[in-house]
């Protein structure tokens, strides 16, 4: 069974970092394309990152050269470095995986992250 458990949110000021990290089990980790998604209320759930299994990587306009995704194969985790922190980040953020041949993405059950004085 796929489980994924996100870590690493909580409350940080403007101009902080935070470091969210996901565990990953029940599915062959190395072959999947893993993401971290965000939601903030009342708005849809957007692209944070994602790397591939090939460990090429991808980050929504709104973190570019603020955050950085990276993954452990050995360890089964992926990591999502949040550097410059603004309120408008605030939000729950989501780990998932794709794997090949799968229809649909797999979800945790999301991690706060607050940015505010």
């Known amino acids: 069974q796929v489980q994924l458990v996100e870590s690493g949110g909580g409350l940080v000021q403007p101009g902080g970092s935070l470091r969210l990290s996901c565990a990953a089990s029940?599915?062959?980790?190395?072959?999947?394309?893993m993401k971290w998604y965000r939601q903030a209320p009342g708005k849809e759930r957007e692209l944070v990152a994602v790397?591939?299994?090939?460990?090429?990587?991808n980050y929504g306009d709104s973190v570019k050269g603020r955050f950085s995704i990276s993954r452990d194969n050995t360890k089964k985790t992926v990591s999502l470095q949040m550097n410059n922190l603004k309120p408008e980040d605030t939000a729950v953020y989501y780990c998932?995986?794709?794997?090949?041949?799968?229809?649909?993405?797999?979800w945790g059950q999301g991690t706060q992250v607050t940015v505010s004085s």
């Open positions: 790397v591939t299994r090939f460990g090429s990587t």
């Open positions: 998932g995986a794709l794997g090949p041949f799968w229809t649909n993405n797999y």
């Open positions: 029940g599915f062959t980790f190395s072959i999947a394309d």
